[in-house]
T-cell receptor
Framework: AQKVTQAQTEISVVEKEDVTLDCVYE???????LFWYKQPPSGELVFLIR??????QNEISGRYSWNFQKSTSSFNFTITASQVVDSAVYFC?????????????FGQGTRLTINP | DSGVTQTPKHLITATGQRVTLRCSPR?????VYWYQQSLDQGLQFLIH???????AKGNILERFSAQQFPDLHSELNLSSLELGDSALYFC??????????????FGAGTRLSVL
């Protein structure tokens, strides 16, 4: 069975601070995908990034960066110089590779509040 | 805008009733997924269709059913509704069934309130 744990239920920081959201996953699959989604107050789920299990390179996109470490089964997300618009619930998700079928297993989410 | 359209945005109904939630995937996407988001269960996968064929089932109740039509839109039918069915229901779509073609893009959701 697959499981995703986001131990931080809520995080509150002041604007311009850096913040890291933790994600730890469990799977027996050797091939899988990891994702981060953002859910702003408006409610929709916005795709941020996908990583496959063979690609452990860190990724940077503007103020966002992701650190994938297979050895610790973690896929952490860092926001640099946070802004109020980053306030949202962030979900980490795991997709086991299954031929012809796919589902996302989500963590419980981390509510991030950026205060001005 | 993800390109995935869900209607209606809000639905208020009574216990015991039946409702239908509709989803139009992004142009070119053949896969449709349904998820339920509730306070106690979080985001849970319900069901996956690819080009009209059911591909995977999650924790979907027997009172719930779904289908994907030839024009690729999908409907989720919820019957004999209970208070606990109140939740945000998301539809997502992707190009293919899995793997490299599997980035799921989500609609804005349908918020169901059962009174």
């Amino acid at each position: 069975a697959q499981k995703v744990t986001q131990a931080q239920t809520e995080i509150s920081v002041v604007e311009k601070e850096d913040v890291t959201l933790d994600c730890v996953y469990e799977t027996r699959d050797t091939t899988y995908y990891l994702f981060w989604y953002k859910q702003p107050p408006s409610g929709e789920l916005v795709f941020l990034i996908r990583r496959n299990s063979f690609d452990e390179q860190n990724e940077i996109s503007g103020r966002y960066s992701w650190n994938f470490q297979k050895s610790t089964s973690s896929f952490n997300f860092t926001i640099t110089a946070s802004q109020v618009v980053d306030s949202a619930v962030y979900f980490c998700a795991l997709s086991p590779y299954a031929q012809g079928a796919q589902k996302l297993v989500f963590g419980q989410g981390t509510r991030l509040t950026i205060n001005p | 805008d993800s390109g995935v359209t869900q209607t209606p945005k809000h639905l208020i109904t009574a216990t015991g009733q039946r409702v239908t939630l509709r989803c139009s995937p992004r142009s070119g996407d053949l896969s449709v997924y349904w998820y339920q988001q509730s306070l106690d269960q979080g985001l849970q996968f319900l069901i996956h269709y690819y080009n009209g064929e059911e591909r995977a089932k999650g924790n979907i109740l027997e009172r719930f059913s779904a289908q994907q039509f030839p024009d690729l839109h999908s409907e989720l039918n919820l019957s004999s509704l209970e208070l606990g069915d109140s939740a945000l229901y998301f539809c997502a779509s992707s190009v293919g069934p899995s793997g490299a073609w599997g980035i799921q893009y989500f609609g804005a959701g349908t918020r169901l309130s059962v009174l």
